[in-house]
């Protein structure tokens, strides 16, 4: 008799906890715009406090090495790079007359911060992944540049 009952109130606890229903809770539109936005804005911030070469490293100063070429002895680089988002590009090219190119104007970073972007007057311009005292230059695509020559393509920070 005891089982028969200890059996019943076992079965009618089981039926009492499957009949709850979930709560569910009304969230209006502007509620949930709202909290999409703060969420965004604290993965900003966080994004923005992550180290980077940007504000991690001493990334502002004067950079040289010397860069392949495909017609010449090397393109003899000097690179400035200045903390008010300026630049300065300097290339002499080896055994050439008159190969000397100079170029100004405004760099930008990318989203992550380890890499600048080169902007020049007539639309084109070049990339570089910014390493500890070291500049490492892309291709067109943003890519580091591998192989053989791979090591050629870097400029050290004087």
Known sequence: MKRNLLVVTVMGLLLVGC???????????????STIVAAIQDQAEVIADAHNARNAL???????????????SGIETQLMLRQDGSYMLTE???????????????LEWNAAGNTVTLLNDNGSSIQYFVGERRLFRLDREGKRITGD????????KQ
């Open 58 to 72: 001493d990334w502002n100063g004067t950079y040289n090495g010397i860069l392949p070429c495909a017609d010449c």
């Open 149 to 156: 020559l791979a090591e050629n393509y870097i400029l050290q």
């Open 19 to 33: 009949d709850q229903k979930a709560s569910t809770e009304v969230v209006q539109p502007e509620q949930a715009e």
């Open 92 to 106: 002499t090219y080896q055994g050439k007359e008159g190969g000397d190119v100079e170029r100004s104007g405004q």
